[in-house]
């Protein structure tokens, strides 16, 4: 586990260079109030979800509170909420799966959507055994959104059948000895389902997603998927109204100021996606506060 010694940022994922800078603060040029060790360390205790939440759905993220480092603050903000989220219980289940072709609906923009329509969803996330199209299912995340709000996540490590290629166990960190002990994918799918319900989907990159879902069982036909991946690329510009340099999910969050340490793990990455799609849908309809009469049912 590396830690940032500028910003403090840590975690499993996380990467320093040789002068111990993670990749953000290694292009941020060095502030003299940057060097001040008056830093909240305890920072992530002193918060409430609940006026997490709000300031996400009431602002536009552009300040926050003084004598805060700014990744750190975002960081612990994104911690908080995740934190906060009831986890549904999971009963395993076996039954017998279908591989399937992922026939989704796949809105790649917000055009044609009324504002509260987009408040309801389920954001989900999965990791793989490997990089090819053979992989399993290694690692699943469901987060509900009610208005906007995440309320429940659904998550679960999985058994594949066959081995986690040291490939995939670089980039999420999950190897054959963490799931020796975890369910089958089609175990805990009759739970997945009901968790989903017929919501709408979000998730970066939504394609991969649903074709690996699919392929697992999942009944995908007829579903209705938010993916943030060209959604981001049709909303989202620098400060100069270029196009952003990368689309990826931590790329996209960093513009809109939702920063997490805890990438390429499915919960973090589900809440994450959730978050973003919030974002893209307030710039979208050109609103800041998502919780003002009106802008929910």
Request: hydrophobic share 40%; with cysteine.
């Amino acid at each position: 586990m590396a830690t940032c010694s500028r910003c403090g940022i840590s975690g499993p994922f996380v990467t320093v260079n040789e002068a111990g800078l993670c990749p953000l603060c290694q292009n941020r040029p060095k502030k003299k109030e940057e060097c001040s060790p008056q830093r909240s360390v305890k920072l992530a205790l002193t918060l409430d979800a609940d006026r997490v939440l709000e300031r996400y759905l009431t602002t536009s993220h552009s300040t926050y509170p003084k004598g805060y480092h700014v990744v750190e603050y975002y960081t612990a903000e994104f911690d908080c909420i995740l934190a906060s989220l009831p986890q549904q219980e999971i009963c395993s289940c076996p039954r017998e799966i279908v591989s399937e072709k992922a026939e989704c609906f796949y809105y790649k923009k917000l055009d044609g959507f009324t504002l509260p329509e987009c408040g309801n969803f389920v954001a989900l996330d999965t990791e793989t055994s490997g990089m090819t199209a053979r992989a399993e299912i290694v690692e699943v995340s469901a987060i509900r959104f009610e208005r906007f709000r995440p309320v429940a996540v659904f998550t679960s490590l999985c058994k594949p059948y066959g081995k986690i290629s040291p490939d995939a166990a670089a980039v999420h960190g999950i190897t054959d000895r963490d799931v020796r002990f975890s369910p089958r994918f089609a175990e805990i799918l009759t739970d997945l389902e009901a968790f989903l319900g017929d919501l709408p989907l979000v998730a970066h990159n939504a394609p991969f997603d649903m074709k690996m879902l699919a392929a697992e069982g999942l009944d995908t036909h007829a579903r209705r998927v938010f993916d943030t991946l060209p959604i981001a690329r049709a909303i989202l510009r620098q400060p100069n109204g270029e196009k952003l340099p990368h689309y990826k999910l931590a790329d996209s969050c960093k513009a809109c100021a939702i920063l997490f340490s805890g990438t390429h793990r499915s919960t973090a990455d589900a809440l994450a996606a959730g978050m973003l799609f919030t974002e893209l849908v307030k710039r979208h309809f050109g609103v800041v506060n998502l919780l003002s009469e009106g802008n929910i049912d």
